[in-house]
């Protein structure tokens, strides 16, 4: 029995954070933790119905509810969240650190499901539509994107059609760590692969024109994944950042024994937030997922949250060129 809550406990993690692009990765892992036992997840007997209950889920800060004229209830389950730092501009390299008063602390602030409020008076302004805000926060590209059309014929001769150019411009975002995507018609068994190719000296950055001749990293992707090419750059990149291909600035991360199915978790995660489809053809890491079967014992949860987080923040736009 407590494996299987485990793996329910889990499997909600993994939605609620596909479901809240609006936080970032480590907050919505962080409130679904702290959210799990009071939502009584085995009344959930599937995957289906677990993934509808939270897509109905609304968190939002205490003080917008005050705002809009509501309170907790008694029973409310307080979720305390990092409040993140918002600067002009992105570090470069990295994220941004959690904001910090006068005194040097990070400061948090409490949100309630909608659940656990109540109207505690009449207010003449009504609450902004859940709905839109999180499909505004999943669409959102950051403001280090700039418009390229780089990909523009590479992302079309994918599925024999014009990709959205949005996922267009996300592609545009792989220069600042200096990866080239390609397509490969020799087949190799398998859709994709990601390797160094040219390694850069201390303090070097990527060159915004990078091409095939002096990037850092090449993802050669294989035409028959058709419109999963953004589905196999985002395992690629994964795999950087998961240990599997070596990482060529900061900190070097380790490699696991579980490849294919970390790197698969990562970017099922990361592009749910930025509003890609899930992969057309489904995996054994989905199957067994879904169904809720055990994961191997070397399977790195903790990892493939990182991972995607790093997905995400480099498609969207939000980080800056990385340094050698």
């Known amino acids: 029995m407590e494996l299987k809550q485990s793996i329910i406990t889990q499997q909600f993690?993994?939605?609620?954070?596909?479901?809240?692009?609006?936080?970032?990765?480590?907050?919505?892992v962080s409130a679904a933790m702290q959210l799990a036992d009071s939502l009584e997840l085995s009344r959930f007997e599937d995957f289906g119905a677990l993934v509808g209950m939270v897509n109905g889920l609304q968190l939002r800060p205490a003080d917008e509810w005050e705002a809009f004229g509501y309170e907790p209830t008694e029973q409310a389950v307080p979720v305390r969240l990092e409040v993140p730092h918002e600067s002009a501009a992105p570090v470069p390299g990295g994220k941004q650190r959690p904001d910090r008063g006068r005194d040097g602390r990070i400061r948090f602030a409490d949100h309630y499901l909608s659940a656990h409020t109540r109207r505690a008076h009449q207010s003449s302004v009504h609450l902004s539509s859940y709905r839109d805000a999180v499909g505004g926060w999943r669409k959102r590209l950051g403001y280090v994107t700039e418009p390229s059309l780089a990909y523009a014929e590479f992302t079309s001769a994918a599925a024999d059609r014009k990709m959205p150019m949005r996922r267009v411009e996300m592609l545009g975002n792989l220069w600042k760590i200096g990866a080239v995507a390609t397509w490969e018609t020799d087949w190799e068994g398998e859709t994709s692969w990601c390797y160094v190719d040219q390694r850069p000296v201390p303090g070097e950055s990527p060159d915004p024109m990078i091409n095939e001749s002096d990037a850092w990293y090449r993802l050669r992707i294989h035409p028959d994944v058709g419109r999963d090419v953004i589905v196999e750059i985002a395992r690629c990149l994964a795999e950087i950042h998961l240990g599997y291909v070596e990482k060529l600035w900061g900190t070097s991360v380790e490699g696991g024994s579980q490849r294919g199915p970390e790197s698969e978790a990562a970017a099922y995660i990361a592009l749910e937030r930025l509003w890609i489809p899930q992969r057309s053809r489904r995996t054994d890491w989905y199957h067994r997922y879904v169904a809720r079967e055990p994961m191997a014992a070397e399977f790195r949860w903790s990892e493939v949250f990182r991972a995607a987080e790093a997905v995400e923040d480099l498609l969207r736009g939000d980080t800056a060129p990385v340094t050698a």
């Open 13 to 28: 993690t993994v939605e609620f954070v596909r479901a809240l692009p609006q936080f970032s990765i480590p907050q919505a």
